[in-house]
């Protein structure tokens, strides 16, 4: 029997999603609360990272639970133990062969912009762009990303060589939200610090300190050199999982 697990999270407080030896991972906060429920280790396997001051409404997991207990019954006492910037949104019972990692089929992340510089508040969600960007040429510049590419010039260096580049991605959306701008990505997967380094790019674009033919040089180069560009994690939300 394994459960599917929805949790959404404000990632500032958190070194990212992974359980590490030197600070603090969210997955480490959510198996400590299941091992206290289980009374015993208990390990939970999510459907990706995501790093440190990076946000989440629908990061997955899935765990072996205990027969007795319903999904129910591990939404509250889940949602009870944890601390309030990790809330579980849904827990189901789903079949023996799912698994949240190799089961997906697509993501969606949202980045969020905003050159509300008065907002005392925002630091922790959005990333501050200090003059108005070009939101057309960055939605030219963001056509060239679409589809199946090599999106080596967009990774990190951490990546192993030996991982798969190749990625497709089938929406990105650039919308104005009053002095918010919410760009949406959407994808079969991404590499680490992709969708950063990414929206990074389109944020030069939108401040005219690149063309759009630009981003098509960088991802055409294959070259992890060739992109100096990487936006901010605090302004990075995990919305979806597909499966």
């Known amino acids: 029997m394994i459960y599917k697990a929805v949790v959404a999270y404000d990632g500032w407080n958190y070194a990212g999603w992974q359980k590490q030896a030197n600070a603090l991972g969210i997955q480490e906060v959510i198996e400590k609360a ?55 949104q849904s827990i189901e019972q789903v079949p023996d062969s799912f698994h949240a990692r190799f089961s997906a089929r697509s993501k969606r992340y949202d980045f969020i912009c905003t050159t509300n510089a008065k907002d005392p508040f925002s630091y922790r969600y959005k990333q501050l762009v200090w003059q108005d960007l070009d939101i057309e040429a960055m939605k030219a510049a963001s056509h060239y990303l679409l589809g199946t590419h090599d999106f080596t010039s967009f990774c990190s260096s951490r990546v192993e060589e030996k991982k798969p580049k190749r990625k497709t991605i089938t929406r990105i959306e650039i919308q104005v939200e009053g002095s918010d701008i919410r760009t949406i990505f959407e994808g079969s997967g ?27 040089k960088i991802l055409d180069a294959k070259n992890k050199e060739a992109c100096r560009y990487n936006a901010q994690p605090q302004g990075l939300y995990l919305m979806k999982v597909n499966y």
């Open 34 to 88: 299941l091992s206290q429920i289980n009374r015993k280790e208990t390990r939970i396997i999510a459907s990706g990272r995501t790093d440190a001051k990076v946000h989440a409404w629908g990061q997955v997991f899935h765990f072996d639970p205990l027969d007795s207990m319903s999904p129910q019954a591990y939404f509250q006492a889940l949602n009870t133990r944890l601390p309030k910037d990790i809330r579980i």
């Open 190 to 216: 991404f590499l680490r610090y992709q969708v950063r380094m990414m929206m990074g790019t389109l944020i030069e674009v939108g401040k005219h300190r690149l063309e759009p033919l630009d981003v098509k």
